[in-house]
Nanobody, 127 residues
Framework: QVQLVESGGGLVQTGDSLRLSCEAS????????MGWFRQAPGKEREFVAR????????????ADSVRGRFTISRDRDNAKYTMYLQMSSLKPEDTAAYYC????????????????WGQGTQVTVSS
């Protein structure tokens, strides 16, 4: 059973940094896309960053709004994968609930293509 558990959200000020973590378990996640999405109140869920790897190649993708400020990465410890989102130079418009997600294949940035989701972690950036 796939489980994704996010952590690391909080209240920060404009310009601060924050690192989100997503602990993923339940399968090997090779050839899976794993990504971060966010949803602000009254808005649709939007793509933030994602990565895909097939055991030999790792590819990363970012939304234009976060490119250069956010970095996605991953780590593996035995059967558990941890995906990170390092966020720097945070802005009030980054305020949202952040979700990690996983889906088989290099499936792009459409959240509807992702089969597995975490419960979300709130990031609030004050001005």
């Amino acid at each position: 059973q796939v489980q994704l558990v996010e952590s690391g959200g909080g209240l920060v000020q404009t310009g601060d940094s924050l690192r989100l973590s997503c602990e993923a378990s339940g399968r090997a996640f090779v050839s899976y896309s794993m990504g971060w999405f966010r949803q602000a109140p009254g808005k649709e869920r939007e793509f933030v960053a994602r990565m895909w790897w097939n055991g030999a190649v790792t590819m990363t993708y970012y939304a234009d709004s976060v490119r250069g400020r956010f970095t996605i990465s991953r780590d593996r410890d035995n059967a558990k994968y941890t995906m990170y989102l390092q966020m720097s130079s945070l802005k009030p418009e980054d305020t949202a609930a952040y979700y990690c997600a996983a889906g088989l294949g290099n499936i792009g940035s459409d959240p509807h293509q992702y089969d597995y989701w975490g419960q979300g972690t709130q990031v609030t950036v004050s001005s």
